[in-house]
């Protein structure tokens, strides 16, 4: 079941000479990790705001195509165009690069129960959901923290938590991991294994550091200039390994040194981690 379907989505943000996304069409199917790569300034970011519907709603410009999203629990379908963000909150959640961006409040449990409050939600409702996003996102223990005191990995997970707590079908996270150390982007990537194994969400993943993307999305869409320019999955994005270099992205080390040594007849394919280099080189 299809959970996203864009059709022909175009955008020109207001004063801007140049169309930031082209005649853009893809499909995100329920469960699935569908990761976004692309250079910078290729429309990843402005793709992810017109998931959500802040492109239209609030943000304006010259919008044309279709973002219709479908809540796998109900069936229903909203169009992005015609849906308040606040609606398609419930359904799908957006989670920035930039977590101190998204972080207002005085502490933990009040960041995470603000979108709920806003809701209009019972008080026991509020708390199941607050127990249920501090257990899931590891936060358990800090609720009285003041979010600015917490490390990054720590204030990226709270993001991600207050958005759960709107109980989204579908999150959409655009490059969550680019302001964290090392400790905290295995925090947050961590995280996103999590909520698709054990909690079937869809999501959709724009990250700079393509390993992770390799390794764990069912499929990859390349954007360039506003265009997809490229999908599939990440065995079949491995045998493009040329055209992905020259769009400047980067790849990690076990693809392209196994494309390398393919080239030279080493081995036969591409390995898309380094367990499988290792093994495929006769070195498990
Ligand atoms: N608010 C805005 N007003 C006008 N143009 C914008 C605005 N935001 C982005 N753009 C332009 O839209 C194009 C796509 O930008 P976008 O931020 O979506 O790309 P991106 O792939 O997310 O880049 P990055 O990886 O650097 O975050 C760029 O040319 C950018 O300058």
Redesign the pocket.
């Known amino acids: 079941m299809n959970v996203i379907t864009v059709e022909n989505l175009s955008f020109r943000?207001?004063?801007?000479a140049?169309y930031?996304?082209r005649d853009v069409s893809f499909e995100a199917r329920k469960g699935e990790l569908l990761g976004v790569i692309?250079?910078?300034?290729?429309?990843?970011?402005?793709?992810?705001?017109t998931l959500n519907g802040i492109i239209p709603r609030s943000?304006k410009?010259e919008f044309s195509g279709d973002v219709v999203i479908r809540d796998p629990r109900t069936g229903e379908e909203y169009n992005t165009r015609e849906t308040p963000v606040s609606r398609l909150s419930t359904v799908i959640g957006l989670v920035l690069?930039n977590p101190e961006s998204q972080l207002f409040n005085m502490t933990v449990e009040e960041e995470i129960a603000f979108g709920l409050e806003n809701l209009g939600l019972e008080r026991n409702e509020i708390l199941r959901r607050l127990r249920w996003v501090l257990e899931v996102t590891g936060l358990r223990g800090l609720e009285r923290e003041f979010p600015p005191n917490l490390s990054g990995g720590q204030q990226q997970r709270l993001a991600i938590a207050s958005v759960l707590a709107m109980e989204p079908a579908v999150l959409v996270l655009?490059?969550p991991t680019s302001q964290l150390d090392p400790v905290g982007r295995r925090e947050v990537l961590g995280l996103i294994s999590l909520l698709r194994k054990e909690h079937g969400m869809t999501v959709i993943l724009?990250e700079?550091h393509t390993d992770y993307i390799l390794r764990f999305a069912d499929r990859v869409l390349v954007?360039d200039g506003?265009h997809v320019i490229m999908e599939g999955t990440p065995r079949e994005l491995a045998e493009e390994v040329e055209t992905l270099k020259k769009l400047g992205i980067k790849l990690p080390p076990s693809l392209e040194i196994s494309h390398e040594l393919r080239k030279r007849g080493v081995i036969k394919a591409p390995a898309l981690t380094e367990e499988e280099l290792l093994s495929w080189t006769g070195h498990p």
């Open positions: 943000y207001r004063r801007a140049e930031s996304l692309g250079p910078s300034g290729s429309g990843k970011s402005t793709l992810c705001l943000i410009g690069q655009d490059e724009v700079h954007m506003g």
